[in-house]
């Protein structure tokens, strides 16, 4: 909790350095990349976390693989980060700007879970369905789940909509426990 916390204060005041700037969008995209990269990348999140590997070379790999696609103020930034010793949560500090991005922009993310996968027609109707009962811009991402059996689970804003054969099926089993006829004696 702690270091989602202090992720969030580093988050903010990337925000505000990027809005001086008027870079927020160009720094929404290298935070997002690096999200991605820390999430799908286990060694190079280690890299980070390592207590034995020096700053000096943190910082290097860090421009090694960003510096030609990231802009100037972010990767100062990262290596601002990795010299005050908080190169540990770079990940969550990204996650927590692109949170921040969002909010100031008025985007709501969807999250749609189905059983098999939506071709772009069928994503597309979500989505209109959504921007037009939120009154707002929404991102889906969507997940396969063949658990569900059919149907889809829809989580936006905290809350949730559970369409899904799986749900039914639990139901019908929990309601068919209880046996009405059971004789007494």
Known sequence: MRQIRLASRYAKALFELASEHHIQTEVFNDMQSFATVCASNRDFRLMLQSPVIKQDKKNAVIRAIFGS??????????????????????????????????????????????????????????????????????????????????GFLLSVDGQQFDSSIQKKIKKLSREFKVNIYKRKI
Not at 94 to 116: C, F, M, N, P, S
Not at 136 to 149: D, N, Q, S
């Open 69 to 150: 696609n990231f802009h100037n103020t972010t990767l100062q930034y990262m290596t601002i980060i990795v010299r005050k010793r908080r190169e540990m949560i770079l990940d969550e500090i990204a996650v927590q700007y692109v949170d921040i991005y969002r909010e100031w922009k008025g985007i709501k993310v969807a999250r749609l879970e189905t059983a098999v996968a939506l071709d772009e027609a069928e994503k597309k109707v979500f989505v209109d369905l959504l921007k037009t009962q939120l009154k707002a811009e929404v991102t889906l991402e969507t997940i396969v789940k063949p658990e569900l059996i059919g």
